[in-house]
Nanobody, 115 residues
């Protein structure tokens, strides 16, 4: 059983930056897809970005050009660099990882964007 632990959330002003990390308790090499999702109060959890085993990255339209996802298999860690943050980016951000057998979720990290 792999544990995923997010970190790096916090309070940031609009236009600011944060880097989220998702550290796995074991190797992430087998995860075909790793991604970030977010959930704001009163809203459904939504997809933000994902990265394949080979590094191919995808993200939702609303974060294009502002967020960058990456994974470091050697460190068993995935990252989400978030720049030019907007109030509408505020949410709990969840790490997700999938292999052929299972899907794993982290516990979430809070991102607050406010002046």
């Amino acid at each position: 059983q792999v544990q995923l632990v997010e970190s790096g959330g916090g309070l940031v002003q609009p236009g600011g930056s944060l880097r989220l990390s998702c550290a796995a308790s074991g190797s992430i090499f087998s995860f075909s897809i790793m991604g970030w999702y977010r959930q704001a109060p009163g809203k459904e959890r939504e997809y933000v970005a994902s990265v394949g085993a080979g590094g191919a990255a995808y993200n939702t339209e609303s974060v294009k050009g502002r967020f960058t996802i990456a994974r470091d298999n050697a460190k068993n860690t995935m990252y989400l660099q978030m720049n030019s943050l907007k109030p509408e980016d505020a949410a709990v951000y969840y790490c997700n990882a999938r292999n052929a057998r299972n899907t794993y979720w982290g516990q979430g990290t809070q991102v607050t964007v406010s002046s």
